[in-house]
């Protein structure tokens, strides 16, 4: 089988594996990069990195339209659950087997809270696993050394900001990408705004001339996949 992966732009992303719609950090509504409309998105889970507003996105409202179960830190978790709205807590380390695949909340060096002021618990990345395959969403995050820990785990394709500003930028990304040692790896949170310009192609460039993974860059809405046995 095949999962496909469709990027929003900037970390927004809809994967569909085996049937089951799930997005991860769905911010469409006032993501300039974004042109797919939040009432129409099916979703049967919504996985969160962290709940500031670029990242939580349309959430809420496609969760409640959908019946979706939203996926994220413990914190997080019970202010959907608040709203009416299943939510799956977790936390950093830990891992659970969903219906479309095992999730596990790893470490991000990063802050989060809900852009209503509540506390958001912590900043995490997720590695996803479907059968044999491993996604890593680093979400935003700094580098840290510890990616070589994430790295063991044996990544097929990781999702790493570049944007600079409010995450790792694309020196600190070429690093990450020698320790995670992906075999693919997927830029994001670039080119949202201004603040966040960064030269996908060139980054490609020092991507195949400094690490052993392939880039793949995305045009928002651009989809590839990724096959799994
Ligand atoms: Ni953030
Ligand atoms: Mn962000």
Redesign the pocket.
Known sequence: MVIKVQWFGH?GFRLDIEGKTVLVDPFLTGNPLASIDPATLPADFILLTHV?G??LGDSEAIAKRTGATVIGVAEVAGWFSARGIKGHGQNTGGGYQHPFGHVKFVRADHSSSFPDGSYGGVACGIVLTVKDKKLYFAG?TALFSDMKLIGDLGIDTAFLPIGDN?TMGPDDSIQAIQWIRPKRVVPI?YNTWGLLAQDAVAWAQRVQNDTDAQPIVLDPGGTFTIDVQ
């Open positions: 970390s500031h670029d990242h935003d409010f949170h």
